[in-house]
């Protein structure tokens, strides 16, 4: 999964930018239009506003995991203009890398995928993918999670843009989120279309988008 400038460890899991970092960003978006903030402005805003935005996240997350998509986006101040939802695909067919060899010697259950096309408030267009894993075991998704948050692993597939309007989608694994609910393996990837949402932004929305129940 990902790319060589993802954020990496030291032995290249992928690793999450800290909260207030993410926070901060939410903040320059939403609250300031995507108008870039230096020096000590950056500060201010770290200081003012971003427990206000690490609550506006954490309401997303929650009626994420409730299963209320709808809600989930417009907490981050997103409209969904696309949706697409792919079930019952074979998962070795549509990944990529070692995370396909894997899944060739360790079959899945099954395989959901959904496609969100988005805009912001500032014209931005995204999408997000989520993908979701069942695996056989708990043992085996806990493999497969492990093995997809590494660089250079490969991923599962997302969706083409097309099935959602917006073309042809350079998947970079910048923004990026997992998590894992015993044999369930969710991954959810972000990339920007039009327009230039922050970076921190962008792995907010995919924090929120990895929440989703299995739809």
């Not at 030291?10 to 207030?20: E, H, I």
């Not at 805003?45 to 994420?64: C, H, Y």
């Amino acid at each position: 999964m990902g790319k060589p400038d993802q954020p990496r460890g030291p032995d290249g899991k992928w690793r999450k930018r800290s909260g207030v970092a993410v926070a901060a960003a939410l903040a320059a978006t939403v609250a300031y239009g995507q108008v870039g903030v230096t020096g000590g402005g950056t500060a201010s805003v770290e200081s003012s506003i971003s427990q206000a935005l690490r609550t506006k996240l954490d309401k997303g997350k929650r009626n994420a995991a409730k299963g209320r998509p709808g809600a989930a986006w417009k907490d981050l101040s997103l409209k969904r203009t696309g949706q697409r939802l792919f079930r019952g695909a074979r998962c070795a067919v549509n990944s990529y890398g070692d995370v396909q060899r894997f899944l060739f010697r360790t079959p899945c259950r099954s395989l959901d995928r959904m496609l969100y096309a988005l805009d912001d408030e500032q014209w931005n267009r995204i999408v997000v993918s989520v993908a979701w894993v069942d695996m056989r075991n708990a043992v085996s998704a806990r493999e497969l999670r492990a093995l997809a948050d590494v660089h250079g692993t490969g991923n599962i597939a997302p969706l083409p843009g097309s099935f959602v309007g917006v073309g042809d989608i350079r998947w970079t694994g910048r923004n990026y989120d997992s998590r894992r609910s015993n044999r369930l393996v969710v991954i959810a990837e972000v990339e920007p279309v039009s327009g230039a949402p922050s970076p921190g932004y962008l792995d907010g929305i995919a924090d929120v988008a990895a929440e989703f129940p299995r739809p």
